[in-house]
T-cell receptor, first 114, second 112 residues
Framework: GAGVSQSPRYKVAKRGQDVALRCDPI?????LFWYQQALGQGPEFLTY????????KSGLPSDRFFAERPEGSVSTLKIQRTQQEDSAVYLC????????????FGEGSWLTVV | GNSVTQMEGPVTLSEEAFLTINCTYT??????LFWYVQYPGEGLQLLLK?????DKGSNKGFEATYRKETTSFHLEKGSVQVSDSAVYFC???????????FGKGTKLTVNP
């Protein structure tokens, strides 16, 4: 596609519900990133894929957070048993991997846990 | 790991004023440097970048020069417009990877 596409754009979840956020990277992009952005803050790194391999998941805040990219293109970020502190914008980004290459961000999935 | 320090916001300017947003970074290795902009309700967009020392990135009237000796990448624009109102993020890559490290950003408001 023309850009990084994320869905849903907005999600309201009741505390304790599971949510799944989808990311469609730019076609052919090898690298895929997930970031979490709380209101008024900068994005915080969650995890990184190169093709289908999850090379870095050091930013995932707890074992309730899980990400996958089984075929090396579309990725899903899953949050189990959501809590209020999970309320944030979840940003997906992709790139061609080379150092210095532009990383393109999607518009984000806005999650509110009530 | 790498980190970034940006000048505290919010910054409020009148249209056609000169803009400087300071950015310094700490890094192991040789990071690439980026400025991203986030308009209200939107995702991050790349504004400009520099991948080696003394490189100057420029776009839409904005400029920043990669200064290795001072570990800085200050953003400048000679004459801001109301449409430049946004949050600006200076981001180095992390180590030898592509991973971006973000600070809190600087919110810019330009008044007519």
């Amino acid at each position: 596609g023309a850009g990084v596409s994320q869905s849903p754009r907005y999600k309201v979840a009741k505390r304790g519900q599971d949510v799944a956020l989808r990311c469609d990277p730019i076609s052919g992009h090898v690298s895929l990133f997930w970031y979490q952005q709380a209101l008024g803050q900068g994005p915080e790194f969650l995890t990184y894929f190169q093709n289908e391999a999850q090379l870095d998941k050091s930013g995932l805040p707890s074992d309730r957070f899980f990400a996958e990219r089984p075929e090396g293109s579309v990725s899903t970020l899953k949050i189990q048993r959501t809590q209020q502190e999970d309320s944030a914008v979840y940003l997906c980004a992709s790139s061609n991997r080379d150092r210095g290459n532009t990383i393109y961000f999607g518009e984000g999935s806005w999650l509110t846990v009530v | 790991g790498n980190s970034v320090t940006q000048m505290e916001g919010p910054v409020t300017l009148s249209e056609e004023a000169f803009l400087t947003i300071n950015c310094t970074y700490t890094a192991t290795g040789y990071p690439s440097l980026f400025w991203y902009v986030q308009y209200p309700g939107e995702g991050l967009q790349l504004l400009l970048k520099a991948t080696k020392a003394d490189d100057k990135g420029s776009n839409k009237g904005f400029e920043a020069t990669y200064r290795k000796e001072t570990t800085s990448f200050h953003l400048e624009k000679g004459s801001v417009q109301v449409s430049d109102s946004a949050v600006y993020f200076c981001t180095p890559t992390q180590g030898g990877s592509e991973k971006l490290v973000f600070g809190k950003g600087t919110k810019l408001t330009v008044n007519p």
